[in-house]
């Protein structure tokens, strides 16, 4: 049952991925040259709306969050600098790869896949020497953000809802800026 539940979730997130135009290269890649932040108010949306439904699914005792794997603050930046990276060098996710694949955009199949395989192997080669070094350093076991500033969790979803609403305004008012179009006066 969790796998069909996976995969209908999996192919309507690539379905919504698709409708709003985050497989198309471009918009991507002007999110890391600050002229489209439709990904970036898309993604703060989600995160927010994600928290509010796990945390109030927990709150209700319908989910179980144990079973987490543990925080390891440096890995995470350093995973999150390498996935920052190749996405904006490839100008796609994994999620938009797939759902770019799905659409029939078969450029998107040779850097994807080079790229998820070129990071398993390295992951796999440098795992025993690199995990425990990493491992050692800024070790949370498994927590949570309201827990890491402890803080409730509800406390934290609010700033974090206010924070992106601030920021969505601030975008509007300033007015976001346009991709440039190339041979257009």
């Known amino acids: 049952m969790s796998f069909s539940a996976a995969l209908i979730v999996g192919i309507f997130f690539g379905f919504i991925l698709q409708k709003v135009g985050f497989t198309r290269y471009s918009k991507i890649v002007n999110v890391y040259r600050f002229t489209d932040l439709s990904v970036l108010k898309f993604m703060l949306t989600a995160i927010v709306v994600g928290s509010v439904?796990?945390?109030l699914m927990r709150d209700l005792g319908l989910v179980n969050l144990t079973g987490s794997t543990p925080t390891y603050l440096v890995?995470?930046?350093?995973g999150a600098l390498l996935f920052g990276a190749g996405m904006a060098l490839a100008g796609f996710c994994p999620g938009t790869c797939f759902a770019g694949i799905g659409r029939g955009n078969l450029d998107y199949l040779i850097p994807g896949v080079l790229g998820f395989l070129t990071g398993a192997i390295?992951?796999?080669?440098?795992y025993a020497q690199v995990f425990p070094v990493i491992s050692a350093i800024a070790n949370y076991g498994v927590t949570y953000m309201p827990d890491m500033f402890n803080v409730n969790h509800w406390?934290?979803?609010?700033?974090?809802?206010?924070?992106s609403g601030y920021l969505f305004y601030i975008l509007a008012k300033k007015?976001?800026?346009?991709?440039?179009?190339?041979g257009s006066h």
């Open 175 to 182: 007015g976001e800026p346009r991709p440039d179009h190339v």
């Open 155 to 163: 406390l934290l979803i609010a700033f974090l809802a206010l924070f």
């Open 75 to 78: 890995g995470n930046f350093v």
């Open 53 to 55: 439904g796990i945390y």
């Open 122 to 126: 390295l992951f796999g080669v440098t």
